[in-house]
């Protein structure tokens, strides 16, 4: 739900801001947490970044995934970015109930 919301499954998307690939990953990550040549429109290479950074802000947050969608597109205080993903979540690709906190 995630990638739908950040890239519609376009592994060469590209935000107004410079966020690349399937899960919209800034390129300042790179220095973060992987290497210059890195490069993120490799759907392997933007999928093993963007669940680092989702597990690193999951930490963050205790586990709480409101939370941590939040801070992965940078709205932090915020609900609508977490709630389009749930939204998508529940639409596209569960079919049971939901309890996130």
Same mark, same amino acid.
């Given at each position: 739900?995630?990638? &739908?919301? &950040?890239?519609?499954?376009?592994?060469? #998307? +590209?935000?107004? +801001?410079? #966020? =690349?690939?399937?899960? =919209?990953?800034?390129?300042?990550?790179?220095?973060?947490?992987?290497?210059? &040549?890195? %490069?993120?429109? =490799?759907?392997?290479? %933007? *999928? !093993?970044?963007?669940?680092?950074?989702?597990?690193?802000?999951?930490?963050? /947050?205790?586990? %709480?995934?409101? !939370? #941590? *969608? #939040? !801070?992965? %597109?940078?709205?932090?205080?915020?609900?609508?970015?977490? /709630?389009? +993903?749930?939204?998508?979540? !529940?639409?596209?690709?569960?079919?049971? /109930? *939901?309890?996130?906190?």
């Amino acid at each position: 739900a995630l990638i &739908e919301v &950040e890239s519609y499954f376009d592994r060469y #998307a +590209v935000s107004r +801001v410079g #966020a =690349q690939g399937l899960m =919209q990953v800034m390129p300042f990550w790179k220095k973060e947490i992987g290497r210059p &040549e890195d %490069n993120l429109t =490799q759907p392997d290479t %933007n *999928l !093993r970044y963007g669940c680092h950074i989702l597990k690193f802000y999951l930490d963050k /947050e205790k586990g %709480n995934l409101h !939370r #941590a *969608l #939040a !801070r992965y %597109n940078g709205s932090l205080g915020k609900h609508w970015y977490p /709630e389009r +993903v749930f939204t998508r979540w !529940r639409k596209h690709w569960y079919n049971g /109930e *939901l309890s996130f906190n």
